[in-house]
């Protein structure tokens, strides 16, 4: 089962700056988790929310600032075990730290109602700076939009289905909106990760990855019912206490 850093190392330092993804590299990671904005004139960044109010406080959208400007706030002042100041970082910044280390990567595309057009456009530019990036990457998105793009560009791109609000009930028609879109990754929320969901992902033919663990004791469970892999800001997880 692949222990995925998510966010970076993001239960010890601020979430997807280059501290996390420092400390992640430090403490073994060789899978990492993402995820990816577009600021209004065009760079692509790493932070998790659309705007700054989770991270820096600040009720600011991230498509309505240009990078100079994104640059100037505090994405770790959430963080209160660090007092340093953190950049939300320029999508090539934290490839630089991780690339190194990296064996398998999960860009997760936040793109809802398509906000960052020709977003799929430039991280396949993207994928193809280096060497051995494509065939190492996993895309992933909750916008199936996105998904459908990034399928229509590229036939090779490995794809990963996220579901928002996804229940047991709603499992089936899910994998068959995975299916469509030619996905071989499903990401599922731990909170429906049952043995009986899981295996019937798993009988559709996709590797089945697990967001969020952050508990040992769930971790084994995961392992247990045969997860492929888990999402965790807790990069030691496997060697917790609890
Ligand atoms: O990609 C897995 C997981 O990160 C999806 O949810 O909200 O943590 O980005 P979120
Ligand atoms: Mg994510």
Redesign the pocket.
């Known amino acids: 089962m692949k222990v995925i850093s998510?966010?970076g190392a993001s239960g010890y330092a601020p979430e997807n700056t280059l501290k996390a993804f420092r400390l992640a590299v430090e403490m073994g990671s060789k899978d990492f988790?993402f995820?990816v904005h577009q600021t209004r004139d065009g760079i692509l960044v790493v932070h998790?929310d659309f705007d700054l109010k989770s991270t820096a406080g600040q009720d600011v959208k991230i498509a309505e600032l240009d990078y100079a400007d994104l640059r100037k706030f505090n994405v770790a002042a959430h963080f209160k075990r660090d007092t340093t100041t953190q950049h939300a970082p320029r999508l090539e910044e934290a490839l630089d730290v991780i690339w190194p280390a990296a064996d398998w990567l999960?860009f997760?595309v936040k793109n809802d109602k398509n906000v960052y057009p020709g977003i799929e456009e430039k991280l396949l530019a993207f994928l193809g700076s280096k060497p051995g990036l494509f065939e190492r990457t996993v895309m992933?998105s909750f916008d199936h939009g996105t998904l459908r793009r990034f399928r229509e560009l590229s036939p090779r791109l490995k794809l990963a289905y996220?579901g928002h609000g996804l229940s047991t009930a709603l499992l089936l028609p899910a994998v068959k909106r995975a299916e469509a879109v030619g996905a071989v990754n499903f990401?599922l929320a731990l909170r429906i990760a049952f043995k009986l969901n899981v295996q019937k992902i798993k009988k559709a033919g996709f590797w089945v990855g697990i967001?969020?663990v952050n508990t040992r004791k769930d971790a084994l469970r995961m392992k247990e019912i045969g997860v492929d892999g888990i999402?965790t800001n807790h990069p030691d997880i496997l060697t917790l206490k609890s």
Do not use: A
């Open positions: 998510h966010r988790e995820d998790h999960n997760e992933s996220l990401h967001y969020t999402f």
